[in-house]
């Protein structure tokens, strides 16, 4: 299971045993692996280089996708004695898995089921609310860290949102940011969240997301037309290849109208590109709340659970 951008393996935890997805895999008997993206919280050592260094976090999802993902679903498989496993990203943890098989496509065959929600790929139009402006000024920016928990900024706001007088204020706060239903979550997950997230990420991650947004592609890292020919051979990064994407059983996307970061145009047009797939429509839920919906246990993480196991009882027949 792979997390979205500025998240960790905590995400798919917050929600609680009674709903939580690792929770009601584990109950239906399954062995569950969480991932850690490259640069959180629970994801900073490396054998050569320094967090503290810039080259640390010369990466977006590519690496992720190219070479973090592979290698942890080789070491899944080499833990378990298996060939093959079943995958859910959300998010970031998404476009990953895409990568993976588009760039790798030798892993199609490591793949049982795969359940994709909020899917970030194409995101031609998307709303990240923060302007053109600033979009630009993020764009301009140099590979660095962001938005890391090490100095206590979670805990911080946390603490200050405990506070009874401020609980509905910051959850409003928090609602308008990420968009958020006011009756699809509550208030003590708020309060979690703020404890574990954001927990890391690298600028080029933001950077590549956004240069897909203005591209409208599905494409690899823009470094400018100089470096673009001496790494692709051409001006323009090329379109990762979807047609590679053929795991053994259909990809399963989840999206919703409601969510304005991976819209529903978004999701049809990733569908059309892949060879197959099944669409299951969730009402009502922005982006976030595909992790932490008051009501995720029923509308989303069951019926993957459903999926998963009956992959499962009929290979076994």
Not at 179 to 194: F, V
Not at 245 to 252: E, F, R, T
Not at 269 to 292: G, M, N, R, V
Request: aromatic residues 12%; proline residues 5%; glycine residues 6%.
């Amino acid at each position: 299971m792979m997390h979205g951008m500025s998240g960790s393996s905590d995400s798919y935890l917050l929600i609680g045993p009674s709903d939580g997805l690792p929770y009601l895999l584990a109950d239906a008997g399954f062995d569950v692996w969480l991932g850690n993206s490259r640069g959180n919280t629970y994801s900073r050592l490396h054998k050569y280089m320094d967090p503290k260094h810039k080259s640390f976090w010369n990466f977006s999802w590519h690496e992720m996708g190219t070479r973090d993902l592979p290698a942890s679903i080789d070491y899944v498989l080499d833990r378990t004695s298996q060939r093959s496993l079943h995958y859910v990203g959300y998010s970031q943890g998404a476009t990953q898995f895409l990568v993976m098989l588009s760039m790798r496509p030798e892993y199609n065959e490591k793949i049982k089921t795969s359940h994709l929600t909020a899917p970030a790929a194409f995101l031609r139009n998307m709303n990240t609310g923060l302007g053109s402006i600033v979009e630009k000024v993020i764009l301009a920016f140099d590979d660095r860290e962001w938005f890391s928990n090490r100095h206590g900024i979670p805990s911080w706001a946390s603490i200050f949102c405990s506070v009874r007088p401020m609980k509905s204020i910051c959850a409003a706060l928090f609602m308008m940011v990420y968009g958020i239903n006011g009756d699809q979550i509550s208030k003590a997950i708020i309060m979690l969240i703020l404890k574990t997230l954001p927990a890391g990420i690298s600028s080029r991650q933001l950077k590549h997301y956004l240069q897909l947004k203005r591209s409208s592609r599905f494409c690899m890292y823009d470094h400018g037309k100089k470096t673009n020919r001496l790494i692709y051979g051409s001006s323009w990064p090329p379109d990762y290849p979807l047609k590679y994407v053929k795991p053994k059983s259909p990809i399963n996307l989840y999206y919703s109208s409601s969510d304005f970061v991976v819209s529903k145009e978004n999701v049809l047009l990733l569908a059309e590109k892949l060879s197959l797939c099944e669409l299951h429509h969730i009402p009502y839920y922005s982006h976030i709340e595909f992790q932490f919906a008051r009501a995720v246990g029923t509308t989303l993480n069951r019926p993957i659970v459903k999926l998963i196991s009956k992959y499962e009882t009929d290979r076994n027949k």
